[in-house]
């Protein structure tokens, strides 16, 4: 699992961490991140404990109406996620299964051997737009405005470029790319197999 600091302070495993709600693996995740990145993550820890402390006190241990919201939407895919089903599909996330999605999409990969690339609309609702790709060529430089753009890789790995940082994915990896910054995707196997997905801002 891997990605950028600023995806990790929005994808609510730090709120978990604190929490004592997280797996080995998401720990593994912070705790990495926090070598990289100590002085930041240490700081938001601290914001994070003081939040909760003066919101415990604020509502009697109630968490605020935002924090449940955040909590429940990353819950909820969680749970979507063991259950998936064609009708209903959740956000992928840095707690996205591969395994769980490769299941999900068996019955839409190609027979064929796919040419260049293969692209099959899994969702397109209420702002959210979600593609099965599968990817023989590297992914042309791309900057986003207006949607917030992310991937789950299931297969292969690549190199993903956000301006002036690199980073290597695998299979589990998830990326979300932070809007006005140009991006590519550099692979380095024969082929990258994926879920890409965009939010529209404000969604």
């Not at 991140?33 to 820890?45: G, K, V």
């Amino acid at each position: 699992m891997k990605m950028d600091l600023a995806g990790f302070l929005e994808s609510g495993l730090l709120e978990l961490y604190l929490l004592g709600n997280l797996d080995q693996e998401g720990i593994a995740t912070v705790e990495k991140m926090r070598s990289m990145y100590d002085a930041e993550i240490t700081a938001e820890i601290n914001a994070l404990e003081t939040f909760f402390e003066e919101d415990a006190l604020k509502n009697a241990i109630k968490p605020s109406a935002a924090f449940e919201m955040k909590m429940e939407k990353v819950f909820a895919s969680l749970q979507t996620e063991q259950q998936m089903n064609v009708g209903e599909l959740p956000l992928i996330s840095p707690f996205s299964s591969a395994e769980a999605w490769l299941t999900r999409v068996a019955g839409d990969l190609p027979k064929d051997k796919p040419t260049k690339r293969f692209e099959k609309l899994l969702r397109n609702e209420d702002g959210v737009m979600q593609v099965l790709v599968i990817s023989e060529t590297d992914i042309d430089e791309e900057v986003h405005e207006d949607v917030e753009e992310s991937f789950l890789i299931l297969k292969g790995t690549c190199i993903c470029t956000i301006g002036a940082t690199s980073q290597q994915m695998g299979p589990g990896d998830f990326m979300q790319i932070p809007l006005h910054l140009p991006h590519t995707v550099t692979l380095t196997s024969t082929s990258v197999t994926a879920i890409l997905q965009h939010v529209q801002v404000g969604n």
